[in-house]
């Protein structure tokens, strides 16, 4: 089955302490993104990547990192996560992009950093 | 940066009825998309619209896009409970970049 599978689904973590979310797409897609949900600001994006080894800030980076070293892979890192983080995060794919192509949800992580 | 504005914040309707929901953005565009995300669940997408294009339909979808006014509407026929859900447009710009950008959503509440 086509998806974008991210883990964990839930997540409570303390002040500084590193993490990782991991996202992995099994349709040979170019174009990954990391956003995250907030209530009453919709839907931002934190990093997004074109290709292997090709990222770039979105809207919201600060205390964010991402790597892009396999086309399949693109984890969010959070080096040392503070409460203004906890949100609902969401990875997505796309074949090549938003300009021609939908993009492929994960099902969420739920982030709470207390 | 918020794109589209999604009209109204929510909606509730009687199993049957159409359900119609828009978006107004604010520059010009690429595209624009309809997602559906079910309560804390990834988002679905649901149809693209070109700036090329007026009217598209999939299935109970139909969604129509006017450039000149900068808008789209989502009209689902026909609702069913399983309808229930946020709606969201987003769109892409035309100067390149492959970014979606997404509206706040439409809560839409289908009674049984």
């Known amino acids: 089955e086509a998806q974008v599978t991210q883990n964990p689904r839930y997540l409570i973590t303390v002040t500084g302490k590193k993490l990782t979310v991991t996202c992995s797409q099994n349709m040979n897609h170019e174009y990954m993104s990391w956003y995250r949900q907030d209530p009453g600001l919709g839907l931002r994006q934190i990093y997004y990547s074109m290709n292997v080894e090709v990222t770039d800030k979105g809207d919201v980076p600060e205390g964010y990192k991402v790597s892009r070293k396999e086309k399949r892979n693109f984890p969010l890192i959070l080096e040392s996560p503070s409460p203004n983080q906890t949100s609902l995060y969401f990875c997505a794919s796309s074949l090549s992009g938003g300009r021609n192509y939908g993009y492929t949800f994960g099902s969420g992580t739920r982030l709470t950093v207390v | 940066s918020q794109q589209g504005e999604e009209d109204p914040q929510a909606l509730s309707i009687q199993e049957g009825e159409n359900a119609t929901m828009n978006c107004s953005y604010k520059?010009?565009?690429?595209?624009l998309q309809w997602y559906r995300q079910n309560s804390g669940r990834g988002l679905v997408h649901l149809i693209l619209i070109r700036s090329n294009e007026r009217e598209k339909h999939s299935g109970r979808l139909r969604v129509t896009l006017d450039t000149s006014k900068k808008s789209s509407s989502l009209l689902i026929t026909a609702s069913r409970a399983a309808d229930t859900a946020s709606y969201f447009c987003?769109?892409?710009?035309?100067?390149?970049?492959?970014?979606?950008?997404f509206g706040k959503g439409t809560k839409l509440t289908v009674n049984p």
């Open positions: 987003a769109t892409t710009s035309r100067r390149g970049s492959e970014k979606l950008v």
């Open positions: 520059t010009s565009i690429n595209n």
